[in-house]
């Protein structure tokens, strides 16, 4: 088995889970001699028997029906609080496509008289590393087949150190455990319940909007239905965002600025820009139209808690610009738009070690997976080379979802405008590209709908009704060709519902009627700009 057959793999036009690493004709041969037989699928041992299925490249570490009540994580503390599911029967298994990888899995299915007759693909966040849980969970709470990967990473959170040295695992992170990941979970419950899903969605945001996007323009034909939150899809220019941040509040250490000027400068936002959209809810309804300038809570005199020294005006205005490069003036990157500045993962982690804290100075994004070995960092050569090595293995920012569009498949975008992590620019960016590539706006809107939420951050949270069910509405798009025009998105505070508001189809946006609660969602119409 050659790396370069993994490197690139073409979109699937042809038969279904076709894959250059191979695993996918081998379980379609073995399909047949280790299916469990129709008239035993649903007895009691029907799970276990699972365990004895022989599949290429596939070890079955576990198939175990799992009593209705409190599951606990595996590897979790005998006093860390379990998940409330129903009845199920887990199984995890191991993918070993190539000798490197070591991609676990976790396909979690109702009994037959639960199922919903659905299957389920869910994403992760970050590097990777661990199986999500919560995400099975609620996928099982709903009646689905639910799966999930660790995206066979050795590292978790915002630590991409597995990748140094490790070229197949990149691959599995890119795209290959998803798609992996996807086959085998669908072999495994056709085996259980002898019978195929009716219909097969994916839902991720971040990493997971990443994983989304890559099934749809790699993988056309693994889901019907794709929701793809805030997604990370033009990886390797995203990550030398959160570097050129960094190089900007800390190069010289009078840019750096206090963690706690933060509200400050969101106060500040909010006064210049929160009326724009008729009403005084601080919420910014589209932050293209705030021309806040850093330059007006400039300190007249000396620093102090309520304003920004020069330097540290011009480190919010590169921000807000994003990365360029110096000889052409290129914009790598859209930097993060204003009110974005108190959400987490952005702003509150850049600024988090004060220069002379001694911690080391992190390195720019994915450039550590590559030749360069630092220090410092040239963003027109550097930057060039970097994107030339990594964009094949990583990025999904081609807009061409022809395939995906050609068997029927519809793909739900949101994301917040507020999100300072994976900034909205980029994601808007990339469904005007689809636009253009798929024959313009309704052609696109007819199998691709983006949603642009107020005041959300980094895939929740932030001043604003952010809770919504996106998969609650692609589900009637895609077996009723109903598609969505608005999701209710509800803002929950301790518990509560505080408001709810409307989140429309994009362009357009959620406008008062003039009459009626302005925390009340029907009070509320999706209008043009």
Same mark, same amino acid.
């Given at each position: 088995?050659? %790396?370069? !057959?993994?490197?690139?793999?073409?979109? !699937?036009?042809?038969?279904?889970? !076709?894959s250059?690493?191979?695993?996918?004709?081998?379980? /379609?041969?073995?399909?047949?001699?280790?299916?469990? /037989?129709?008239?035993?699928?649903q007895?009691?041992? @029907?799970?276990?028997?699972l365990?004895?299925?022989?599949?290429?490249?596939?070890?079955?570490?576990?198939?175990?029906? &799992?009593?209705?009540?409190?599951?606990?994580?595996?590897?979790?503390?005998?006093?860390?609080a +379990?998940?409330? %599911?129903?009845?199920?029967?887990?199984?995890?298994?191991?993918?070993?496509?190539?000798?490197?990888?070591?991609?676990?899995?976790?396909?979690?299915?109702?009994p037959?008289?639960?199922?919903?007759?659905?299957?389920?693909?869910t994403g992760? +966040?970050?590097?990777?590393g661990?199986?999500?849980?919560?995400? $099975?969970?609620?996928?099982?709470?709903?009646?689905?087949?639910v799966?999930?990967?660790?995206?066979?990473t050795?590292?978790?959170?915002? #630590?991409?150190?597995?990748?140094?040295?490790?070229?197949?695992?990149?691959?599995?992170?890119?795209? !290959?455990?998803?798609?992996?990941?996807?086959?085998?979970?669908?072999?495994?419950?056709?085996?259980?319940?002898?019978?195929?899903?009716?219909?097969?969605?994916?839902?991720?945001? *971040?990493?997971g909007?990443?994983?989304?996007?890559?099934? /749809?323009?790699?993988?056309?034909?693994?889901?019907?239905g794709?929701?793809? +939150?805030?997604?990370?899809?033009?990886r390797?220019? $995203?990550?030398?965002?959160?570097?050129?941040?960094?190089?900007?509040?800390?190069?010289?250490? @009078?840019?750096?600025?206090?963690?706690?000027?933060l509200?400050?400068?969101?106060?500040a936002?909010?006064? @210049?820009? #929160? %009326?724009?959209?008729?009403?005084?809810?601080?919420?910014?309804?589209?932050?293209?139209?705030c021309?806040?300038?850093?330059s007006?809570?400039q300190?007249?005199?000396?620093?102090?808690?309520?304003?920004?020294?020069?330097?540290?005006?011009?480190?919010?205005?590169?921000?807000?610009?994003?990365?360029?490069?110096?000889?052409?003036?290129?914009?790598?990157?859209?930097?993060?738009?204003?009110? *974005?500045?108190?959400?987490?993962?952005? $702003?509150?982690?850049?600024?988090?070690?004060?220069?002379?804290?001694?911690?080391?100075?992190?390195?720019?994004?994915?450039?550590?997976?590559?030749?360069?070995k +630092?220090?410092?960092?040239?963003?027109?050569?550097?930057? *060039?080379?970097?994107?030339s090595?990594?964009?094949?293995?990583?990025?999904?920012? #081609?807009?061409? $979802?022809?395939?995906?569009?050609?068997?029927?498949?519809?793909?739900?975008?949101?994301?917040?405008?507020?999100?300072?992590?994976?900034?909205?620019?980029?994601?808007?960016?990339?469904?005007?590209?689809?636009?253009?590539?798929?024959?313009?706006?309704q052609?696109?809107? #007819?199998?691709?709908?983006?949603?642009?939420?107020?005041?959300?951050?980094?895939?929740?949270?932030?001043?604003?009704?952010?809770?919504?069910?996106?998969? /609650?509405?692609?589900?009637?798009?895609?077996?009723?060709?109903?598609?969505?025009?608005?999701?209710?998105?509800?803002?929950? &505070?301790?518990?509560?519902?505080?408001?709810?508001?409307?989140?429309?189809?994009?362009?357009?946006?959620?406008?008062?009627?003039?009459?009626?609660?302005?925390?009340?969602?029907?009070?509320? *119409?999706?209008?043009?700009?």
């Amino acid at each position: 088995m050659t %790396t370069s !057959r993994l490197l690139a793999p073409p979109v !699937r036009t042809g038969r279904a889970h !076709r894959s250059p690493e191979g695993l996918c004709y081998a379980i /379609a041969a073995l399909f047949s001699f280790c299916s469990v /037989a129709p008239s035993s699928a649903q007895t009691p041992n @029907a799970c276990d028997a699972l365990g004895t299925l022989k599949l290429a490249d596939v070890t079955i570490t576990a198939a175990t029906p &799992v009593e209705p009540g409190a599951f606990r994580a595996p590897g979790a503390s005998a006093t860390a609080a +379990g998940m409330n %599911t129903p009845a199920f029967c887990r199984v995890a298994a191991t993918l070993t496509p190539t000798a490197e990888s070591h991609i676990r899995i976790e396909l979690w299915m109702p009994p037959a008289n639960a199922w919903n007759g659905k299957f389920l693909g869910t994403g992760n +966040g970050g590097a990777g590393g661990a199986i999500s849980y919560p995400a $099975l969970a609620a996928g099982l709470q709903k009646g689905y087949a639910v799966t999930n990967t660790d995206m066979g990473t050795s590292t978790t959170g915002l #630590d991409f150190s597995f990748g140094v040295g490790h070229r197949e695992m990149v691959v599995d992170w890119g795209y !290959r455990a998803t798609h992996l990941m996807t086959v085998v979970a669908k072999q495994i419950a056709k085996t259980y319940y002898t019978r195929e899903a009716q219909q097969s969605y994916f839902m991720g945001c *971040s990493t997971g909007g990443h994983q989304a996007i890559t099934e /749809a323009r790699r993988y056309p034909e693994d889901y019907n239905g794709i929701v793809a +939150g805030d997604p990370a899809n033009n990886r390797v220019r $995203l990550h030398m965002n959160g570097y050129w941040a960094y190089e900007a509040t800390h190069a010289d250490p @009078a840019s750096y600025i206090p963690p706690s000027k933060l509200p400050m400068i969101n106060k500040a936002v909010l006064n @210049a820009c #929160d %009326t724009i959209d008729g009403l005084a809810d601080g919420i910014i309804d589209d932050p293209r139209k705030c021309t806040f300038d850093p330059s007006t809570i400039q300190c007249s005199g000396a620093d102090a808690a309520d304003c920004l020294t020069p330097p540290q005006v011009a480190a919010m205005k590169k921000i807000y610009q994003g990365p360029k490069n110096p000889r052409t003036g290129e914009l790598i990157f859209p930097g993060m738009y204003v009110g *974005s500045e108190v959400n987490p993962l952005g $702003l509150d982690r850049t600024l988090a070690n004060a220069p002379g804290s001694g911690r080391p100075e992190p390195p720019p994004g994915l450039a550590i997976w590559t030749g360069w070995k +630092g220090p410092g960092y040239d963003w027109d050569k550097d930057a *060039s080379r970097v994107i030339s090595e990594l964009s094949p293995l990583l990025d999904d920012a #081609d807009p061409d $979802l022809s395939a995906f569009r050609k068997r029927g498949g519809k793909l739900l975008l949101y994301t917040g405008w507020a999100d300072p992590l994976i900034p909205a620019a980029d994601t808007l960016h990339y469904y005007e590209g689809l636009q253009k590539k798929m024959g313009g706006a309704q052609a696109t809107a #007819d199998f691709a709908r983006l949603f642009m939420v107020p005041g959300m951050g980094h895939c929740a949270g932030g001043n604003a009704p952010t809770r919504f069910d996106a998969l /609650a509405a692609l589900e009637p798009w895609v077996e009723q060709s109903t598609p969505p025009e608005q999701m209710i998105a509800a803002q929950v &505070v301790q518990g509560a519902t505080k408001r709810t508001r409307p989140i429309c189809v994009y362009p357009q946006v959620a406008k008062w009627n003039g009459t009626g609660s302005q925390d009340d969602a029907a009070s509320f *119409s999706c209008t043009a700009r």
